[in-house]
């Protein structure tokens, strides 16, 4: 074995995908080639002015310049409760049931190294955040892959759910809106989770990365609001897309006491938390007025609805769709989603992703981000337009 091979877990998952997509756009710019990517979803647009202002402000404070306490200021745990409560109805204890993460992404692995041991099964949406199954498989356990059914509106059927599986399993990742297909939650999928997850015994993580984003005035619950769902889970809340924050690292897990207090004894052995400046910058985000987050959401409306007509005038099926910054849409028959994908590339030198990225099951469908500035966009669907036809 060479000095830098990689672990055994780490072998056992691919590389992460956006990597080689990022590496790919790199070469063909690199060959002076104009592409335009609409596979990361990364928002385009600044951070909101007010945000940035906390920030500076919370930057020049000593006060924020010493190791945060994995706890969370009780500033950022007391506004995450108060949005919560205005926001989506449901009551949170500052004290008890909130605690900052750095990121999503982080919040999600590390719920993996508290809860699973060689032998447990996770259960993950496919197709999904790639890290549902990375996470597990780094943590020495196993993801189990519940397909998204489209006749169930991207929902997983847990009644095919083996019951030796069920029985294995400790941890459930479920996100609506969703990632990559941009459905929205079913009506009464939250309550089949409840029961599914008291019956056999497993925590339910909800990743809410997409509640602010919605569209045609759908708004978005949060798991949390449904009967019983504190009792059997826990919700992971990120200020990255809704906020334009994906570089600030400001999220926050919510809900279940004593499964937050498993986290955080995980957590303070591994980090040392969240930069209290982001903290006072996620006060004022959540605490701000919603104007801007109203016009960005009309920003990424307009775009959508761009994209679906011009998909749909080269004659793809497309769903318009409520929630997140994606839209999802079938390959034509005689392509798989990589296959049309690279021919995008080549012939039109615009990047979508390819749905098998997210899981098998999302084979025969590809992904397009609306994280692109809309003269770009347009260039884009026209390229498309104009190679596909
Ligand atoms: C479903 C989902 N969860 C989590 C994340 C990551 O969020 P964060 O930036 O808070 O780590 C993403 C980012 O694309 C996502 O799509």
């Keep these: 074995m060479a000095i830098a091979d990689p672990s055994k877990r780490l072998q056992a998952i691919p590389p ?21 990517s609409l ?31 994995n706890r969370g200021r009780e500033e950022f745990r007391r506004a995450l409760a108060e949005f ?59 993801a189990e892959l519940l397909p998204l059914v489209p006749e169930l509106g991207f929902a997983p059927d847990l009644t095919a759910v083996p019951a030796d599986v069920a029985a294995k399993a400790r941890l459930m990742f479920i996100n609506y809106p969703n990632n990559p297909t941009g459905a929205v939650v079913p009506d009464g999928f939250f309550e089949l989770v409840v029961s599914f997850a008291r019956e056999h015994e497993i925590l339910v993580v909800h990743d809410n ?14 798991f949390l609001a449904t009967p019983g769902a504190k009792e059997v889970g826990v919700e992971v809340f990120s200020l990255s897309k809704g906020y334009n924050m994906t570089g600030w ?10 499964a937050i ?8 052995n591994v980090d040392s938390g969240l930069f209290e400046a982001v903290q006072m910058a996620g006060v004022a985000a959540l605490e701000g007025p919603e104007g801007p987050l109203q016009r960005m959401n009309e920003t990424y409306n307009r775009r959508r609805d761009l994209v679906v007509s011009a998909l749909r005038e080269i004659g793809v099926e497309v769903n318009a769709p409520k ?19 690279e021919l995008v590339l080549e012939e039109a030198a615009v990047v979508i992703s390819p749905g098998s990225m997210y899981g098998p099951s999302g084979e025969g469908f590809f992904r397009i981000s609306l994280t692109t500035p809309d003269d770009r966009i347009e260039e884009a669907v026209e390229r498309m337009r104009e190679h596909l036809s």
């Design 209 to 222: 990365a997409y509640s602010e984003t919605t569209y045609d005035g759908y708004v978005a619950p949060s």
């Design 249 to 258: 690292r400001c999220a926050a897990i919510l809900g279940n006491p004593e």
């Design 16 to 36: 992460y995908k956006f990597q080689e997509l990022e590496q790919q756009i790199a070469e063909k710019r690199a060959a002076g080639i104009d592409v335009i």
């Design 323 to 341: 929630g997140t910054i994606y839209v999802w849409a079938p390959v034509p028959a005689s392509h798989t989603s990589t296959s049309f994908c």
């Design 39 to 69: 596979g990361i979803g990364d928002p385009d647009q600044p951070t909101y002015p007010h945000v940035v202002k906390a920030m500076q402000e919370a930057v020049a404070d000593p006060g924020c310049h010493q190791y945060p306490s």
């Design 84 to 142: 919560y409560d205005r926001r989506f109805g449901v009551a949170i204890d500052p004290a008890t049931e909130v605690i900052p993460a750095i990121g999503a992404k982080e919040c999600i692995y590390n719920l993996c190294f508290a809860f699973l041991d060689p032998g447990d099964v996770a259960l993950a949406s496919d197709p999904g955040y790639p890290v549902y199954t990375g996470g597990p498989i780094l943590a020495g356990a196993e």
């Design 261 to 268: 207090q498993t986290y955080w004894r995980l957590k303070t």
